[in-house]
């Protein structure tokens, strides 16, 4: 049945909108935002409860300067989280958003830069989102396992399903 399945959850009409890694989406009710595979990455999830609006980002990375290599930018905590923000600006109140975030778990057991890089994702995620003044209700972060993130714009339940943990609703 696979991640369709939690669409029971809210209006089962509802569009599936994947979001890849290094993207960001932003939707209103009744669409449902999903992002797969988080290790390292972290998922961020903004809502806003009074529009039942909100997006989703796939950060893989905290800043541009930690890479050499081109690509799209939305890959970076520090440009995809005011990014996401400026797009739900268009019919949404900073003040009214609320995050949830998953990820960032330590996938990279070596002395390479790699090691710490979920951990780095999650400072530079809390840090961009403190600056917006955009409060994190929840997270499920670290640890050293996958997760699978979707966002029900209905109700702003972030679903979070994993081989180690199953499924949990933030």
């Not at 970076?76 to 990014?83: G, L, N, Y």
């Amino acid at each position: 049945m696979g991640f369709l399945s939690s669409l029971s959850h809210g209006d089962s009409a509802a569009d599936l909108i994947h979001v890849g890694t290094g993207e960001f989406a932003v939707a209103e009710h009744p669409t449902v935002l999903m992002t797969p595979a988080l290790g390292s990455c972290i998922g961020v999830a903004l809502w806003d409860a009074f529009r039942h609006r909100g997006g989703l980002a796939h950060v893989m990375l905290p800043l541009p300067s930690d890479v050499t290599q081109d690509g799209s930018q939305d890959r970076f905590a520090s440009v995809a989280i005011p990014r996401m923000v400026e797009e739900l600006n268009g019919g949404t109140a900073v003040r009214r958003l609320v995050a949830k975030i998953a990820g960032g778990a330590a996938m990279f057991k070596s002395d390479s830069s790699l090691s710490n890089v979920g951990e780095r994702n999650l400072e530079e995620v809390r840090h961009q989102l403190s600056l917006l003044r955009i409060p994190i209700l929840a997270e499920d972060t670290g640890g050293s396992h996958a997760r699978t993130v979707e966002l029900h714009l209905d109700t702003g339940v972030l679903v979070v399903r994993s081989y180690m943990y199953g499924i949990r609703e933030l």
